[in-house]
């Protein structure tokens, strides 16, 4: 990093040397390792052991440190006693805290991408082309939100209180129903494009030569 700045970035065009600055995350995968992630500021390079965002201002900071984990069993463990979450549900608060940052960020916007690097080495990209039907289902995340914050409130009666719950559930058993349906239509993309590889393929072999 230091020869860029020294060098590469030297003549940059910029009316403050900050202007030059960069940050930005570095995964590498090494033979007979597992992958490591790197955070660059400028010419600072540190491994990254937790969790590290970039761009996204301290609110939403916090909000992936909590979504990065979750208590087991919040009546039985203290809120200091966390369990990991796995690969497609990392992906899935990933989702969620990229589509708060479009929300609250006029300048974060456009498709976004989710990548993943495996312990085998592989990497993998989340699908886009149902990303923002996916990013839309959050919607009825931030109204639960909404409902129990301002139903909790003393001055609200039981049976209100109670109206409110119902109608979280049924939010979210509905958030779950559409990305299930989302999966199946994923799953079913798959299976036609396998299909069609297969009949191609069918085809090539039967295609005399000359």
């Known amino acids: 990093m230091n020869t860029l700045y020294e060098v590469t970035f030297a003549n940059y065009p910029v009316n403050n040397p900050s202007g030059k600055g960069l940050e ?12 490591v992630l790197f955070a660059i500021d400028s010419t600072a390079v540190t491994k990254v052991s937790n969790l590290h965002l970039i761009g996204s201002g301290q609110v939403l900071k916090e909000l992936a440190t909590e979504m990065r984990s979750f208590l087991a069993d919040t009546t039985q463990v203290r809120a200091s006693e966390i369990v990991n979450i796995n690969m497609r549900q990392g992906v899935l608060a990933a989702l969620y805290v990229i589509s708060e940052a479009k929300k609250r ?9 989710i990548f993943t690097i495996r312990n085998d080495g592989d990497i993998d990209e ?24 301002l139903r909790s409130d003393p001055s609200v009666g039981d049976a209100e209180f109670s109206r409110t719950l119902r109608n979280c559930q049924r939010l979210a058993r509905n958030l779950r129903k559409d990305q299930l349906a989302i999966e199946k239509r994923f799953e079913a993309k798959i299976k036609w494009l396998g299909e069609m590889a297969e009949q191609f393929q069918s085809r090539t072999k039967k295609t005399p030569k000359g």
Not at 24 to 35: E, Q, S
Not at 106 to 112: D, F, L, N, Y
């Open 24 to 35: 930005f995350l570095l995964g590498v995968k090494l033979p007979d390792c597992k992958p």
């Open 105 to 113: 960020f006029r300048a974060i916007g456009g498709r976004t991408n």
């Open 126 to 149: 989340e699908r886009p082309w149902d990303m923002v039907e996916r990013e839309a289902l959050f919607e009825d995340v931030r109204l639960i939100s909404r409902m129990l914050l």
